[in-house]
């Protein structure tokens, strides 16, 4: 059957909005570290999971996130200790998992050797000494190398981050650098705005040459500013700088109430209204507080299993309440040190208290199985509709591409993806 006819006549019986695609998961680029040291993963219930990545889809979840750093090996021993590794040998493996398992792949550039966030932006290793134009030059051709490694390895993102939290910028400097000689932006100001419009055109440019189907996200986390979320995107209209997805940070311990969030999407779609918004990256404990918490939400949500899924039903009712947010991505999901002997196997130096698994017998907890939600009901799983033939190339299973996008041939019956997901030909 005709893959265009099957997806209009189920869009038209289940009265699917079919522009109206969301995406649910997490960031999970710790997963194959995990499993190489021998964590053990179960059910709410206790059942042994095997494969944790067929156990997401099962429940309902339809796209994951994967960071990528320039030289990880170059990253401080601390902050490998927290989890930096991903150099672009990992993420391919990984994002290759991900798309065979027929979600859609969001990837985290990060432009940094280590953790990239609004207190730190350094500038990679190998890169330190180039200048302003060369280093734009750079940015733009390691793009196009990852990208390029990526879609050989049948890892083709769907949605790409042209840098992590930059609500101050990115490629300050590099690290050890006196702070004075650091290369930040602040919205709304000209210090090195025009150096940072340049670097983010230069990363774009790539992703459209590349990958010209995926979704580009600018991804800041000034939730608890709004004035100066709207001034960043302002200043990224005014610079003409090319993107798709507003991305947002949610953490409510760091950036305040749902009622905070609510109002920041409101006023950020009165703002941009033909932008997408997505939650790149929230999260709450299910135990214990997160180091350097401001807000304590636990007389509305206790550090407990239940208080962890009531924060979640609750956010997901907020995100719900907006029709231009189509994206929730829960923030290493996949943490998780049971089974793992803490003095030779350990992942991570510290626990991570927010994950969706218990880190002390292993089991999901029960947000995870509330994340669901924030998709549309349908009475079908992990649809793709599709308003055109020619919307979005098609691959097989292993990631080889069999129907670039703007053709509509006739494919041989099979399982493919397209768009990140499964679809079936028969």
Same mark, same amino acid.
């Given at each position: *059957?005709?893959?265009?006819?099957?997806?209009?006549?189920?869009?038209?019986?289940?009265?699917?909005?079919?522009?109206?695609?969301?995406?649910?998961?997490?960031?999970?680029?710790?997963?194959?570290?995990?499993?190489?040291?021998?964590?053990?993963?179960?059910?709410?219930?206790?059942?042994?999971?095997?494969?944790?990545?067929?156990?997401?889809?099962?429940?309902?979840?339809?796209?994951?996130?994967?960071?990528?750093?320039?030289?990880?090996?170059?990253?401080?021993?601390?902050?490998?200790?927290?989890?930096?590794?991903?150099?672009?040998?990992?993420?391919? /493996?990984?994002?290759?998992?991900?798309?065979?398992?027929?979600?859609?792949?969001?990837? @985290?550039?990060?432009?940094? @050797?280590?953790?990239?966030?609004?207190?730190?932006?350094?500038?990679?290793?190998?890169?330190?000494?180039?200048?302003?134009?060369?280093?734009?030059?750079?940015?733009?051709?390691?793009?196009?190398?990852?990208?390029?490694? *990526?879609?050989?390895?049948?890892?083709?993102?769907?949605?790409?981050?042209?840098?992590?939290?930059?609500?101050?910028?990115?490629?300050?400097?590099?690290?050890? /650098?006196?702070?004075?000689? *650091?290369?930040?932006?602040?919205?709304?100001?000209?210090?090195?705005?025009?150096?940072?419009?340049?670097?983010?055109?230069?990363?774009?440019?790539?992703?459209?040459?590349?990958?010209?189907?995926?979704?580009?996200?600018?991804?800041?986390?000034?939730?608890?500013?709004?004035?100066?979320?709207?001034?960043?995107?302002?200043?990224?209209? /005014?610079?003409?700088?090319?993107?798709?997805?507003?991305?947002?940070?949610?953490?409510?311990?760091?950036?305040?109430?749902?009622?905070?969030?609510?109002?920041?999407?409101?006023?950020?779609?009165?703002?941009?209204?033909?932008?997408?918004?997505?939650?790149?990256?929230?999260?709450?404990?299910?135990?214990?507080?997160?180091?350097?918490?401001?807000?304590?939400?636990?007389?509305?949500?206790?550090?407990?299993?239940?208080?962890?899924?009531?924060?979640?039903?609750?956010?997901?009712?907020?995100?719900?309440?907006?029709?231009?947010?189509?994206?929730?991505?829960?923030?290493? *999901?996949?943490?998780?040190?049971?089974?793992?002997?803490?003095?030779?196997?350990?992942?991570?130096?510290?626990?991570?208290?927010?994950?969706?698994?218990?880190?002390?017998?292993?089991?999901?907890?029960?947000?995870?199985?509330?994340?669901?939600?924030?998709?549309?009901?349908?009475?079908?799983?992990?649809?793709?509709?599709?308003?055109?033939?020619?919307?979005?190339?098609?691959?097989?299973?292993?990631?080889?591409?069999?129907?670039?996008?703007?053709?509509?041939?006739?494919?041989?019956?099979?399982?493919?993806?397209?768009?990140?997901?499964?679809?079936?030909?028969?």
């Amino acid at each position: *059957m005709n893959i265009k006819y099957l997806s209009v006549v189920i869009a038209l019986c289940f009265g699917i909005n079919a522009s109206a695609q969301k995406y649910v998961g997490g960031d999970i680029s710790l997963l194959t570290k995990y499993e190489e040291h021998g964590a053990k993963y179960y059910t709410h219930s206790g059942e042994a999971i095997s494969d944790l990545l067929g156990f997401f889809a099962d429940e309902k979840l339809n796209a994951m996130r994967v960071r990528l750093f320039v030289d990880p090996s170059k990253a401080p021993e601390d902050e490998v200790g927290e989890g930096v590794c991903q150099d672009l040998a990992y993420v391919c /493996a990984l994002g290759k998992r991900i798309k065979a398992a027929g979600m859609a792949l969001m990837l @985290d550039i990060h432009y940094s @050797d280590s953790w990239a966030d609004p207190a730190k932006q350094y500038t990679p290793d190998a890169w330190a000494l180039l200048s302003d134009a060369n280093l734009a030059s750079k940015v733009h051709d390691y793009t196009v190398d990852v990208l390029t490694a *990526m879609i050989s390895a049948g890892a083709t993102p769907d949605f790409i981050q042209t840098g992590n939290e930059i609500s101050y910028g990115m490629l300050w400097g590099a690290r050890g /650098a006196a702070a004075s000689s *650091m290369k930040s932006y602040y919205a709304g100001k000209e210090n090195n705005a025009e150096r940072f419009f340049t670097l983010l055109e230069s990363a774009t440019k790539a992703c459209r040459e590349m990958c010209p189907e995926a979704k580009i996200v600018l991804h800041t986390e000034r939730v608890s500013n709004i004035d100066y979320t709207l001034l960043f995107y302002k200043d990224m209209d /005014a610079a003409n700088i090319d993107y798709d997805i507003i991305g947002l940070s949610y953490y409510p311990y760091f950036h305040g109430t749902l009622s905070q969030l609510d109002r920041c999407l409101t006023e950020t779609k009165s703002a941009f209204p033909e932008k997408k918004i997505m939650i790149v990256e929230a999260g709450y404990p299910y135990a214990w507080e997160v180091p350097g918490t401001t807000y304590d939400y636990t007389t509305f949500y206790p550090y407990s299993d239940e208080g962890q899924q009531k924060f979640t039903a609750d956010l997901i009712r907020t995100l719900n309440r907006h029709d231009n947010v189509t994206g929730l991505f829960w923030w290493m *999901m996949e943490a998780n040190e049971c089974g793992l002997d803490w003095n030779t196997q350990r992942v991570t130096d510290k626990w991570y208290n927010a994950p969706l698994f218990d880190n002390r017998d292993g089991r999901a907890t029960s947000a995870l199985s509330t994340l669901k939600d924030f998709l549309p009901s349908t009475g079908i799983s992990r649809l793709q509709t599709e308003p055109s033939a020619a919307d979005s190339p098609v691959y097989t299973i292993d990631g080889r591409l069999v129907k670039p996008a703007g053709q509509s041939a006739q494919l041989p019956t099979g399982l493919y993806l397209k768009a990140g997901r499964k679809i079936a030909v028969r």
